[in-house]
């Protein structure tokens, strides 16, 4: 309970705030709203008040409904204008590591942060969007990754934050080689060398300078880089060879081992070609022969050092990794040496149309070989495969779905398991199983990105160590349509998945309404855990899982193995006997859960919905929890409007640019419609914040009291502007009286009970802060006279 009687005063006196809103209004206090006690224990103070986003509609690439009939090529590359662009419910939302967010709605549109700690959201546009999915977003490896509609769809440049702009939409998810070019070996055999001692440099023979057999004289430009290679392996760096001249020479005396033979290699670049390469840009190399050592054909390289090297055009070394060390040559090779560049096509990782085979997949079959297929652009491809290496969801004519493994580069593909059922014609290319439930997540154990699929995960994963995820290159990660499926083999496609967290060592997975763990590894997950409700959200918070589910306000505690309920919201708090709760989302804030949840009554018709926090400790005998309050209302007030849902987001802000206490909400505002809440130093101004007491005895039926003076306390005095207000009543089912106010800079005030003659007395506080230099009005104790 929060009160006592003070004997020596004859008075009763509620206090004990911080132990929140109590299961019971004869246990403890009733109800506290928009205020908060976390800034000192035993003391309820006014909170920050939430305030409306603004929502930013200067966006290029949109299209709105009605504002075109005919579909031009997919409509891809359109521009169309209409009326203000309204956000969607929410659906999910994702952090980069700079702090800028990303919200995604159910329109499938995403709302960028304009700056870490900004309270504006524009529309990121859709100028090279395939579809407009909803089905869950994440930022992985410096790009946001959108999931849905058959899709998933990638934005960005590897920048990070920066290159998130609508003109980065699904650009460089996608390969295939567009240009060839041929050039000799390009090491060059030198003329004039002794067979021994000193060697002090040596003179070009014509039948080996590129173009063979031209002249004698270097064509290129004059450098001091170049580098000798003896026959024995011996380098020698720090050459000079001149434009114009036939002859090189050494950086300083170098006494050899007995060379018949020393190569050159030109520098800084090591190939020739009359086209010009740009840093970065990815090289394939091919060869009637031999390529020189180390190069492997068909592999790619990444252009550095590359430059302009006069008469014979441009020159480039390649490195094994974007942005790497240049590749020194070992060996001259053989044979006619040719490279390929490596173009971007805008293709998203998703649907591919009419998908065929050489032949019909027969029951029992394993592989096939693709025809030819077309890309959603409507681009004519390749027999082999161009999207990166994964599992891919094949599906027939009649929506049966087949999971198959697709190689880069390559026209076979495997089924694995053996198909088990007939099916010819075309076919369609889907990583999305039509189930995902808005909801991805970046492992934080080993940096892969999941992806709900129905019964199964979905995962993006990476392919080569240590190489960043670029999704122009299809080696450097992987596409897995079934990372893992719920249960064991035994029980296997008898749940599907509604979220995902990290546990240590582990990922807890939330089915509908059981949990689990994987390893990371397994192809199946454990076997369940029953919670025993619809489960909504979970979340890890000091390595203990917290989940809310049902509809009756409970909120669960895992470790993984075990599921224990550890707290319920009252009831009576909602006003109406057995309301319905609808959670939202779930977040970690200040070391406590915070969780939005709306209530409505039996009919439908909401009641009130807000961001509550609960504090959570573990103890001997298990998790505990205290604390409950109703952090803040949404801005728009207590009350949702019709047709509202109970879907949200929560975003944790702190610390933010001014280092108040900040997060941001995002809720439903009607049945297709959503806002964002943030909050700055400014406090609730018209009353919102209130506390309910406890529903005090004070006497019997057959000694009933008058309450006498009633006075509260503050730690401090109230500032110009402050006010609050006390009011009181006898019953639950009665009105409570006219509150008195006080305004002046006060720390105390009493006043006299309009109450004659009751059992119970309970008492509202209500609280106004001021506009600037408020106090918090910082409530400390209400004390009862009793006569």
Known sequence: MSYLFDKSRN??????????????????????????????PGVAYVNYRRQAATLGDSTSGLWFAGSHSTNVSNNEGWFFSGGTVAMGNPVQSAQSPAGLNYILDS??????????????FNVLGNENRVGLGNGGIAYWNNYIVVFGDGLIEFCGNGTGDAGITSSNWNLNSGFFPISEYTFPAQQFQLSGVPSGGTYTGGTLASSNVYPTGTSANWGYATNTTATIILSTGQVITGCTVTNGSSTFSTPSTVITGSPSTLAFISSPGIYHGSSIVTLGEQIVFTTTGTLPSPLVPNTIYYAVEADFAGEGGYVFNVSATPGGTAIVLNTQ?????????????????GNVSNLTFTGPLQSGATSATIAGYTLPNGTAATTDWLLPTGIYNLIDSNGNNIPANFQLSSSTVNFQPAITAYAT?????????????????????????????????????????????????????????????????????????VDMVDLQTTMVVAGQSNIYTWDYTSSFTSAPVPVGEKIVRIKNLLNSIYITAG??????????????????IPDYIAGVIDPVWTFGDIMRHRGKIYFQAM???????????????????????????????MEAQNSYGLTPVSGALGSGILIDAEPSSSGQDSYYSVYS???????????????WQNFEPTIETDIVPIGTFLDKKTPGQIQFMLDRPLASGDQIELSWRQSLSDLYSTPVVTTTAIIANEMGSTLSQVLWVQFKVQFKGAASGTSFIPLREIRIAIQ
């Open 669 to 683: 505002t009607g049945a297709s419609s959503g806002a964002i809440d943030f909050n700055d130093t400014s406090v």
């Open 107 to 120: 329109n499938g549109l995403v709302w960028k942060q304009s700056a870490v700690n900004s309270s504006t």
């Open 599 to 629: 209530a409505q009554n039996t009919s439908g018709s909401n009641i009130l919905a807000g961001v509550f926090s609960l504090i959570v400790s573990p103890a001997v005998t298990g998790e505990v929890a205290s604390g409950l309050v």
């Open 551 to 568: 509809q009756k306000g409970n909120v669960y505690v895992s470790n993984g193995s075990y599921v224990q309920l550890m707290y319920k």
């Open 425 to 497: 014609g075309n076919f369609q290319v889907n990583i999305i199983n039509p189930n995902v439930n808005s909801r991805a997540y970046t492992s934080q154990a080993n940096g892969n990105l999941y992806f709900i699929n129905g019964q199964s995960m979905g995962s993006l994963e990476f392919a080569i160590n240590n190489l960043m995820v670029n999704p122009a290159n299809g080696n450097s990660y992987g596409v897995n349509y079934s990372a893992f499926t719920l249960g064991t083999a035994a029980n296997y496609g008898s749940d599907s998945i």
């Open 333 to 349: 090779g053989t044979g006619t040496q040719s490279f390929e560049t490596v173009d971007f096509l805008s293709l998203p990782l």
């Open 11 to 40: 008075e009763i006196v509620i206090s004990g705030f911080e132990g929140g809103i109590s299961p019971s209004p004869y246990m403890g206090i009733a109800n506290m709203r928009n205020v908060a006690t976390h800034w000192m």
